[in-house]
């Protein structure tokens, strides 16, 4: 899925490919787009036509479940086509399959336009600067959408998502109906869908939409501009420090805080796994939102509340008005036990705060906890470890066996390796204060020292580097070395 093909495209360029793309498609599956004068002239026999209101059928559905999304009534209107003569399928004079389109294309373009989905700011990336954009590369593509990175007249670098004209949605859509121009219309309400929720759900820990674009024109279509992150990788994840895997799933319980009571209700995540997000500047962000559903589901009985998980089911009473109360929330919990705080929470942590995060385990493994007590649990492990409260036995007359050199650093250089490190090829980890930093130290046995700087986490820990040997120094204003008594050392004018 991910590739790092670079791509230099004038926006002309970036056009044809897509074009060529979805031309590709066509032809490979024998296809040609059916035209309205074709069922004038009786060239399409009765499957075609029942095929074309079949489309129609499933455009207008996915039409309907978008507008739920919009503020206020303004762009609703009534979507109805009545069976024209025999043989004819639609009614063409009254409301033909293009007129249909047309309409539709109205209610997008004035509600994502002109604020009717959000009170928010205009996008500040439209159309114009769409067409102006450059130095495009391939990012990524999957069943629906082609993600693509551009940088905006301005300079800023964004991901670009359009319809896969390739993927596996657009494929069976012709397969199944013959038109390719219908079938974009019918897959691009996903990209609609994900556009309107990224302007109602405006939260930190949810990419930020930079612009759309939608229009009829054939060149532009649907695209969405969005702010730019790095794909989630797990592997690499795990071998972090503990701090930065704390920190992705802090973000994640505080979207699913947010979520539980947005602007749009209860909202569920359907699609919950760790591609579905990406990372900016070390925050865990959602990036693809278009599979998320907002309000409880509707029940009539307990039995229609239930979850059911790979290992375990969970359930909730069926309220008096119909609603599985709480179980988008559950639901979200759960995932973010099974994909995340599992793999990433426990594992290396200060032993000190080790029986709080077995508690987060617990309480989300079986659902014991909701939402709000399971940030709660997270913000007092923060506070304990950005105070450095969670040290225990640390003693200030550790550091009576170092030397302080204020005003100098080390070389830069490869040293002896620790695990996890912020630094792959040497030892450089987060510490509270000085003396966490020499009861590191003393506890490794090939540690002659370590060097702190200006450097800090995002918790505002400093970041200290430790060191088996001194052999240069170099004077810096900003950086301190402390050196064990008895080890050597040789300063660099």
């Known amino acids: 899925m991910q590739h790092s093909l670079s791509i230099a495209l004038t926006s002309a360029a970036l056009i044809v490919l897509v074009f060529l793309l979805a031309a590709k498609v066509s032809m490979d599956?024998?296809?040609?787009?059916?035209?309205?004068?074709?069922?004038?002239?009786?060239?399409?026999?009765?499957?075609?036509?029942?095929?074309?209101?079949?489309?129609?059928?499933?455009?207008?559905?996915?039409?309907?479940?978008?507008?739920?999304y919009y503020t206020g009534s303004a762009w609703g209107?009534?979507?109805?086509?009545?069976?024209?003569?025999?043989?004819?399928?639609?009614?063409?004079?009254?409301?033909?399959?293009s007129r249909t389109l047309e309409k539709i294309d109205e209610v997008h373009v004035k509600a994502l336009s002109t604020g009717?989905?959000?009170?928010?700011?205009?996008?500040?990336?439209?159309?114009?600067?769409?067409?102006?954009m450059s130095h495009f590369e391939f990012l990524g593509s999957g069943y629906t959408k082609l993600v693509l990175k551009g940088v905006l007249p301005n300079g800023t670098a964004v991901a670009l998502k359009s319809v896969n004209p390739q993927g596996v949605d657009m494929k069976r859509c012709v397969e199944g109906f013959g038109d390719v121009e219908g079938c974009y219309r019918l897959v691009s309400y996903k990209l609609i869908k994900e556009i309107v929720l990224l302007q109602r759900l405006q939260h930190p820990n949810v990419v930020k939409l930079q612009g759309h674009c939608y229009t009829s024109d054939?060149?532009?279509?649907?695209?969405?501009?969005?702010?730019?992150?790095?794909?989630?990788?797990m592997i690499q994840l795990l071998q972090t420090p503990w701090e930065e895997r704390f920190r992705v799933c802090m973000s994640l319980v505080k979207l699913l805080h947010y979520?539980?009571?947005?602007?749009?209700?209860?909202?569920?995540?359907?699609?919950?796994?760790?591609?579905?997000?990406?990372?900016?500047?070390?925050?865990?962000?959602?990036?693809?939102?278009?599979?998320?559903?907002?309000?409880?589901?509707?029940?009539?009985?307990?039995?229609?509340?239930?979850?059911?998980?790979?290992?375990?089911?969970?359930?909730?009473?069926?309220?008096?008005?119909?609603?599985?109360r709480g179980l988008n929330e559950k639901r979200n919990l759960y995932n973010a036990f099974r994909y995340f705080f599992t793999y990433l929470l426990p594992h290396r942590a200060?032993?000190?705060?080790?029986?709080?995060?077995?508690?987060?385990?617990?309480s989300t493994g079986d659902l014991s906890s909701g939402i709000n007590k399971t940030l709660e649990a997270f913000q007092e492990i923060l506070h304990l470890y950005k105070s450095g409260q969670y040290l225990q036995n640390v003693s200030s007359s550790l550091l009576k066996d170092y030397v302080l050199l204020k005003g100098f650093r080390t070389k830069e250089s490869n040293?002896?390796?620790?695990?996890?490190?912020?630094?792959?090829?040497?030892?450089?980890?987060?510490?509270?204060?000085?003396?966490?930093?020499?009861?590191?130290c003393n506890s490794h046995s090939q540690?002659?020292?370590?060097?702190?700087?200006q450097q800090r986490t995002w918790t505002g820990r400093s970041l200290a580097s430790f060191r088996s040997g001194f052999s240069d120094l170099i004077p810096d204003v900003n950086s301190a070395i402390y050196v064990k008594k008895g080890a050597g050392f040789r300063a660099t004018a």
Not at 218 to 233: F, I, K, Q
Not at 350 to 362: A, R, S
């Open 29 to 68: 599956n024998g296809y040609v787009r059916l035209r309205e004068r074709d069922f004038n002239n009786g060239k399409f026999n009765s499957v075609g036509v029942s095929q074309r209101n079949a489309l129609l059928s499933e455009i207008k559905e996915r039409h309907r479940g978008l507008l739920r």
């Open 77 to 97: 209107f009534s979507l109805t086509y009545r069976k024209g003569p025999a043989g004819r399928g639609l009614g063409l004079e009254d409301d033909t399959f």
């Open 116 to 132: 009717a989905v959000s009170s928010a700011a205009a996008a500040a990336a439209g159309c114009e600067e769409l067409r102006s």
């Open 218 to 233: 054939p060149e532009v279509r649907v695209t969405a501009v969005l702010e730019l992150g790095s794909p989630l990788e």
């Open 259 to 324: 979520l539980a009571s947005s602007p749009l209700g209860s909202v569920c995540l359907l699609d919950f796994q760790p591609r579905q997000f990406v990372v900016v500047d070390g925050e865990l962000k959602l990036s693809d939102i278009d599979d998320a559903v907002a309000g409880e589901l509707s029940c009539r009985e307990d039995h229609d509340c239930t979850l059911q998980f790979p290992t375990r089911n969970f359930s909730s009473p069926c309220s008096t008005d119909g609603q599985c």
């Open 350 to 362: 200060p032993p000190t705060l080790q029986p709080l995060l077995d508690g987060i385990m617990n």
């Open 415 to 440: 040293d002896y390796k620790c695990w996890p490190s912020y630094k792959q090829q040497s030892c450089l980890l987060s510490v509270h204060d000085m003396k966490e930093a020499a009861g590191i």
């Open 447 to 453: 540690c002659q020292g370590f060097t702190v700087d």
